[in-house]
Structures are given as C-alpha cells and as structure tokens.
C-alpha cells in the first residue's frame, strides 16, 4: 500500500483513504471521489492552496490531466502539492484511469450542485502530472500552468 503523503495525514479517512480538500460530500456525510467541488478547487488554486490537502503551497504545484490537458498547459482540477498530486494517481482509480467510467450528471445532480460535477466528456486515455512553478488562471475557471519544470510523469 502506497504510504499517505505528510500533507494528508490529517484529513478524514475514508475506508483507509485520506479524503482530498475540494471533492463533494453528499449529504448523508459520503465524500464523492468522483466528484470534485469546482468552485472550491478554483478558490483554492488562488490562494495557492493545494487542492487534496489545503495547506499552502510553496515552490512547484503540479497539475494532473490527460494527454490534451497536458499538451495545452491547461487544467479544470486545482493545483497540489506534486507530492500530493503523486499520491493521487497512485491510489486514486478516477485519477489513474482504472475506474474509466464517470457517472451521469444526472446521478451527480441528486448529490451535488452542478458546479461541482466533472465534464461528462469521456474519460481521457492516459492521465499524467506536470510540475510548474507558476500558473495563472483563466476565465471560466481553468488554470493555465506556465514555467514548466521536468518531464511529464505518467500513471503506471
Ligand atoms: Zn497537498
């Protein structure tokens, strides 16, 4: 089992797994992997918090997405620590691509506000993480990573 990042070891556990900062808790209490709060991801980002622990970040923020996402520079999820984007893409099967089917807005509605849902585009192919030492944001809610530092780190 992978070891849980420093950063995470204070939030909630959910079966074994620390549950990040800007996913969606339902509301009987059952936090949404699939399901990340866009809205808080974004404020987060800004304030340059990472987006799975919520403490500051200093120095490289990595940004994960699929293979345009990271061709672009252009992300919808938040930045995070690269140790805790790291982490993500080991365990987390919506990140790695193991679990490549999203739900329905639909389902999501019951749940969530529909800001805070994932594009019901399909799923992209591989996912990978990138570190940069800054990014701006966008309108519309999309970060735009700039100063790119290292190569591309894909799934495994
Ligand atoms: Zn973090």
Known sequence: MTEI???????PLWHGMPVPMNVVWDR???????????EL??????ARQCGMCGKRMRGEAAFIGGPH???????????????????????????????RQYRSLDVERE?????????????PQQ?????CRR?????GGLFHAVDRVGETEWVQ
């Open 5 to 11: 990042p420093r950063a995470l070891r204070d939030r």
């Open 28 to 38: 009987n209490g059952t936090p949404d992997f699939a399901s990340l709060n866009h």
């Open 41 to 46: 991801s974004v404020a987060l980002g800004k």
């Open 69 to 99: 996402s990271l061709e672009a520079g252009l992300f919808r999820d938040g930045p995070m620590h690269p140790e805790c984007a790291r982490y993500a893409m080991q365990v987390c099967p919506f990140v790695s691509g193991t679990h």
């Open 111 to 123: 749940h969530a506000t529909p800001i805070a849902v994932h594009p019901t585009a399909p799923p």
């Open 127 to 131: 996912m990978g993480l990138i570190r």
């Open 135 to 139: 990014y701006d944001m966008l309108p």
